[in-house]
């Protein structure tokens, strides 16, 4: 897969997404990350980028031309068609299952804004999908960029040591949250691990995983179970 990062600070992200997971699936040759700075394709000898907002108002805004002809390079610099998705806090939101659909893809172009905003005409002519990280406002789009690139590289094939573990995390398959996790020492002074875990009986501690996974779910995020899923059991031990 191929993303390019359209951004004021392309090495920003570059270096974000050059340790851990991300950098080993770079380095296995399943993901290349490439910057664009819409600096480089501006004019004049101040190269600028942003201009005051029509209407009035604080901040800038980012001009068209720079972005844009940053995007065409972008876009051009290979044959397989783009997904242009821009990050801001108007986008729509970002989930497991939209991570998945970003993963499937062989390209992505990611542009991030800074200052008030990019000129909305730009936005309507070029951008694929808007998406947010959460409701809260970033100073810049690069830091929610760094975090698309991280969730999408680790469900490339071969960027995960043990291919299990993406399948059983937080909000993949069933929907539900993670079930926690122990290792040694048993008997520690903060506290011993649950016994059930010890017991070599793979049904029970699938049960006991289960379960903790719903009742972890119900206490922190409960908004989450109307979309799970789950048997009538399970609905009715939550239930009771
Ligand atoms: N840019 C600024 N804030 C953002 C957010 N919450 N999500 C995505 N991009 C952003």
Redesign the pocket.
């Known amino acids: 897969m191929r993303i390019d990062v359209v951004s004021l600070f392309p090495e920003f992200v570059a270096q974000v997404a050059s340790h851990g997971v991300v950098g080993r699936a770079q380095e296995r040759g399943l993901l290349s990350i490439h910057g664009w700075n819409p600096r480089d394709h501006a004019e004049g000898n101040y190269r600028r980028v942003d201009d005051r907002p029509f209407g009035g108002g604080p901040g800038m805004v980012m001009m068209i031309d720079p972005l844009r002809s940053a995007l065409q390079a972008a876009r051009g610099a290979d044959p397989a068609p783009a997904k242009v998705v821009y990050?801001?806090?108007q986008?729509v939101p970002l989930t497991q299952a939209r991570v998945r659909e970003l993963a499937g893809r062989e390209r992505l172009v990611l542009l991030c804004?800074r200052y008030e905003g990019v000129d909305e005409r730009l936005l309507a002519a070029e951008v694929d999908e808007e998406?947010?990280?959460?409701d809260?406002?970033?100073s810049?789009?690069e830091l929610?960029a760094a975090v698309v690139i991280d969730a999408v590289a680790r469900l490339q094939d071969g960027a995960l040591n043990d291919a299990e573990s993406a399948v059983q995390d937080s909000f993949e398959g069933d929907g539900l949250l993670d079930c926690p996790h122990y290792t040694r020492p048993v008997e520690h002074a903060l506290g011993a691990v649950p016994e059930v875990l010890l017991s070599g009986n793979h049904a029970e501690i699938a049960r006991w995983r289960r379960r903790q996974s719903l009742s972890r779910t119900r206490q922190r995020r409960p908004d989450l179970l109307d979309r799970a899923a789950l048997t009538e059991a399970e609905r009715r031990w939550l239930d009771g």
């Open positions: 990050l801001s806090p986008g804004g998406i947010s990280i959460g809260y406002v970033l810049g789009g929610a």
